[in-house]
């Protein structure tokens, strides 16, 4: 019986017997005397079932603070010992030669064109030859995912090779950046990456012709991207775990391609052209050479056509200086407008249009913004377009779970956050839509004439 139980029960008895009642400092003094006693038998009956508490190993070690210098220091050095060993455990430039060799020396013909291929029985004999490193990637898991369509059963050793290289290139990443990681907690700071893509830039042959001058607004630059699309919600760190998932150290590392071509370069955030190109832009913008830009200034970005209303949001909502904007925020901007379709290009954009801070945008906002464009129209000699039919179309693309209010998710579900967007910010952008129809027909007809030609 529960000992709450035996006390309650206890308590209610009536007193019998010759003696009086007692007082009321007599019966407190006897409901503690029980309750210690019951207590007591309670926690003893229990401890035999607590034992195995005792045997889960610590898992939560205290950080060390900011004074304690020796257990700081001593963190540090762990840290970089475990690095130091997990780098041995990776394969160098001759152990993959090796394992190059034994998988030619062991494939498996016939050959598919010039492609040779390897089954799993010598699959297993090049596992056992290559030494303990590669054992880790010899296994039937890997041969399954590589395994496509071969009527033989076999993988191809040039997408093997490709696999272990891809492994290792990430292995060494993750201990390369984890070495800038003060925290030593998983993930990397502003400071940090800053510090990262600064001494990388000397190995990388497309930064070549940067001069030195340059590196800090080239190390913000490429180093915004990062952060505009790995921490959404702008707590100041990345893990480094989404860092290597992203496309975007592979853009970065591209540039050590010697051959890059000219396209593939402007087309790349990270190199030299891009990184020029962007702030040679925020220089012509800054009239008053300044170092940052106002709102009269920013309106002239790209075509000149976005709305004072929508101007007017960027700047109540994002961080400027006396109510000018800086480079960093300049580039955030940026890329939201050059990235509309992407999710957190579109959170930035919807944040500034969701002008009540309601978490969705209704009728109301719609009308506000477009209002603008209606007027910057009429500017421009053209007739305005109905809002009504403007809604209603942007209602129909979007398709929202609601059919009175539009979510960011709402968005972002429909694909065509991007040209919803386009047709409430920016003149230029509604004209191309509304005249795509005209616009199609006009790059038909000019392909035509140049087949004919």
């Known amino acids: 019986m529960d000992w709450k139980e035996i006390l309650r029960r206890r308590l209610a008895t009536p007193n019998t017997g010759p003696n009086k009642k007692k007082s ?30 005792k045997t889960i190993p610590r898992f939560y070690y205290r950080l ?5 210098v020796l257990l700081q220091k001593l963190r540090e ?69 590589l395994l496509h369509t071969d009527s033989y059963g076999r993988i191809s050793i040039m997408q093997f090779f490709n696999y272990v290289m891809r492994k290792v290139w990430l292995h060494q990443t993750r201990i390369g950046l984890s070495l800038y990681d003060v925290a030593g907690q998983g993930y990397l700071r502003e400071s940090d990456l800053e510090n990262y893509i600064l001494e990388l830039i000397p190995t990388l042959p497309q930064l070549d012709g940067l001069e030195k001058s340059f590196y800090s607004f080239y190390v913000c630059t490429a ?4 952060f505009f699309f790995l921490d959404p919600l702008r707590t100041g760190k990345i893990k480094i775990q989404d860092i290597l998932a992203c496309s975007f150290l592979d853009d970065l590392l591209e540039l050590r391609d010697e051959e ?26 800054d009239k008053d050479h300044n170092g940052m830009l106002s709102k009269e200034e920013l309106s002239r970005y790209g075509t000149a056509t976005m709305t004072n209303v929508f101007l007017d949001r960027v700047f109540q909502e994002c961080l400027t200086y006396d109510g000018e904007m800086d480079y960093k925020t300049y580039l955030d901007f940026v890329l939201a407008l050059e990235n509309r379709k992407e999710p957190a290009a579109l959170q930035y954009i919807f ?12 009728v109301f906002s719609l009308n506000y913004f477009f209002r603008a464009i209606q007027e910057l129209m009429k500017i421009h000699g053209q007739d305005p377009v109905s809002f009504q039919d403007v809604k209603d179309e942007i209602f129909d693309m979007v398709k929202p779970k609601d059919p009175l209010k539009i979510s960011l998710q709402d968005l972002i579900n429909s694909n065509q956050g991007d040209t919803v967007t386009t047709i409430l910010i920016d003149l230029n952008g509604f004209w191309t839509y509304e005249n795509r129809e005209a616009l199609v027909a006009n790059d038909n007809e000019n392909s035509t004439d140049l087949d004919d030609t």
């Open 24 to 53: 009321e400092q007599e019966l407190k003094d006897e409901e503690m005397d029980l309750f210690t006693k019951y207590y007591s038998e309670w926690k003893g009956g229990r401890k035999n079932t607590n034992e195995f508490y």
């Open 223 to 226: 180093v915004r991207k990062f």
């Open 64 to 68: 060390p603070a900011e004074d304690e």
């Open 351 to 362: 944040k500034l249009l969701d002008i009540e801070n309601k978490g969705y945008l209704n």
């Open 77 to 145: 050095e762990s840290r970089a010992v475990f690095l130091q060993r997990k780098s041995r455990e990776l394969l160098d430039n001759e152990e993959l030669q090796n394992l190059w060799f034994l998988l030619d020396k062991h494939q498996t013909p016939p050959m598919i064109g010039e492609e040779a291929m390897i089954n799993y029985e010598n699959f297993l004999k090049v596992g056992e030859k290559a030494g303990p490193k590669c054992k880790q990637f010899f296994t039937a898991k890997v041969f399954a995912k």
């Open 260 to 285: 890059l071509s000219k396209e593939s370069q402007e087309t790349n955030w990270f190199s030299a052209p891009s990184a020029l190109r962007v702030y040679g832009q925020y220089l012509n913008l």
